[in-house]
C-alpha cells in the first residue's frame, strides 16, 4: 500500500520489474506497519532498515526545494523543538487547524516565511522527516536531494514530467474508454523511463476497476459489524472521529464519497485514506507503536533485484544487524514475534490487494512469488 493510504494501481512485484526495467539494483518493501503512516512513521521506518542493513551510506531523495542544508536545518529545529516554537505551535493548535497547518504557521513566526514555506508542499515535507530521523538515530548516512520537476504532486496538467497522480489518472481512464483508449494513452510517450507497453499490458491484464467498491464493501462489513471501540483504537483516530466514519460508511455510495464525508479542515484526506486502510488491516495504535519503538529492527523484504543487487545482497547478510526476506516459507521462522506480526500485515495488505485490485485471485501470493530477477519473467513464477 502506499503512503496516501490507498492500494497501488500494479502489485508489489510488477512494480518491482518495472524498477529493475529502469535500471534498479535492488527492490525491498517498505512494510505496511510503516509504508500507510504518516510521513514521519514513513521516513523513519525507512532509516531504520537503511541503518540496519551496514552498506547504505548515501539516502537520495527528491524535494521541491533541491537545497539540502536549509532542509537539514530546519529539520533539526523540528527534533529539538525549541521553547519558543513550541508556544506558537500551541497557539496554532488552539485555533482549529490541523497539525501539519499549525506546524507551518508555527515555523514561519519562529524561522520567517522562507522556512515555512519548505512545509508546505508533500516532497519537502517527507525530505525533513527523513532528515530527522536520519538526525535521531545518529546515522552515518548522508542526504542528499533532487529537486522535483515537472507537474506538482497532485498535478492532474500535461508536462514534461508527469506526477504520479497523473499517470495513474491516464491508466484508468485508457481503461474506463476503450474506444480512445490509444489517444488517451499517447499522452506518456517518453514520459516514463521504461517502455510504455511494459506499464499498459500488465495494467489493463490486471487492474480490476471495481476494487474501491470492494475496498469499500469491506469498511462496511469490518467496522459496522464491530463495536466503535475497535475504531477508535485505530491509528490517527482521535476527537470522536470514529462516529463520523461509521456515519460516513452508512450512506457513502463510493469511497471517494465515503472519504469526502469524513475530511475537515483538521483530518485531511490522506489521514483518511490511512485511518481506513489500516482498519481494514486490523491495525491497532499499541502495535503500531511496537514498531515504532526504538529498540525494534524490521527486516528486509526482497521483492527483485539483478546481478549487482544480488552482490548488493551479500554484502548485507555479512554486514547487516537484520534478516534478508527472499522466501517467507523458509526464512519467517528466522524472525521475532513482533517480526513476524509486522509480516503479518505484510500479507494481509498483499491479499487484499489481491482481492480487490486484480482480475487473478491467488491466496497467500507473499508465500508463493519469487522475488523478480529478470525484468521479463512471468509474475507467477513460483517458488518451489
Not at 531504520?48 to 537520495?60: C, E, M, P, Q, R
Not at 514520459?191 to 511494459?198: A, H, I, R, V, W
Request: proline fraction near 4%; hydrophobic fraction near 40%.
Amino acid at each position: 500500500m502506499t503512503q496516501r493510504g490507498d492500494f497501488a494501481i500494479l502489485n508489489k512485484w510488477e512494480r518491482a520489474r518495472l524498477a529493475l526495467s529502469a535500471g534498479v539494483d535492488l527492490v525491498c518493501e517498505l512494510p505496511f506497519g510503516y509504508a500507510c503512516q504518516s510521513a514521519e512513521a514513513f521516513a523513519h521506518g525507512g532509516i531504520k532498515i537503511f541503518n540496519a542493513t551496514g552498506v547504505v551510506d548515501v539516502l537520495s531523495f527528491g524535494s521541491e526545494f533541491g537545497h539540502i542544508q536549509p532542509l537539514t536545518s530546519l529539520a533539526e529545529t523540528l527534533v529539538h523543538e525549541p521553547v519558543e516554537f513550541k508556544t506558537f505551535l500551541k497557539q496554532e493548535l488552539s485555533s482549529g487547524v490541523s497539525f501539519p497547518k499549525a506546524r507551518e504557521l508555527a515555523i514561519r513566526s519562529y524561522l520567517g516565511h522562507e522556512a515555512g514555506n519548505l512545509l508546505k508542499t508533500p516532497n519537502n515535507i517527507l525530505a525533513l522527516e527523513y532528515l530527522k530521523a536520519l538526525h535521531k538515530t545518529q546515522s552515518d548516512i548522508d542526504a542528499l536531494t533532487v529537486k522535483r520537476q515537472g507537474a506538482a504532486y497532485h498535478s492532474l496538467l500535461p508536462s514534461k514530467y508527469l506526477s504520479a497522480t497523473g499517470i495513474r489518472n491516464i491508466l484508468k481512464d485508457a481503461l474506463a474508454h476503450p474506444e480512445s483508449a490509444a489517444a488517451i494513452l499517447k499522452a506518456l510517450d517518453n514520459k516514463l523511463p521504461y517502455s510504455t507497453d511494459d506499464l499498459i499490458v500488465p495494467f489493463k491484464k490486471n487492474y480490476n476497476p471495481s476494487g474501491d467498491d470492494y475496498f469499500l464493501n469491506a469498511l462496511r462489513l469490518q467496522i459496522l459489524s464491530n463495536d466503535v471501540k475497535h475504531l477508535k483504537n485505530t491509528p490517527y483516530v482521535s476527537e470522536g472521529l470514529e462516529h463520523k466514519i461509521r456515519d460516513a460508511l452508512k450512506i457513502a455510495t463510493s469511497l471517494d464519497e465515503c472519504v469526502n464525508g469524513i475530511i475537515s479542515k483538521r483530518i485531511p484526506q490522506t489521514r483518511v485514506r490511512r485511518i481506513l486502510s489500516n482498519r481494514l488491516l486490523e491495525l491497532d495504535k499499541e502495535t503500531l507503536k511496537h514498531f515504532q519503538s526504538e529498540s525494534f529492527v524490521p527486516y528486509l523484504r526482497v521483492l527483485g533485484f539483478n546481478d549487482k543487487g544480488q552482490a548488493i545482497l551479500k554484502a548485507i547478510k555479512d554486514q547487516g544487524q537484520l534478516p534478508i526476506l527472499t522466501s517467507l516459507k523458509k526464512s519467517r521462522f528466522l524472525l521475532t514475534p513482533t517480526q513476524n506480526k509486522m509480516l503479518y500485515y505484510d500479507c494481509r495488505a498483499t491479499d487484499f490487494h489481491n482481492q480487490f485490485y486484480e482480475t487473478k485471485y491467488c491466496y497467500h501470493r507473499d508465500y508463493l512469488q519469487s522475488p523478480v530477477h529478470n525484468p521479463n519473467q512471468e509474475m507467477f513464477e513460483f517458488i518451489k
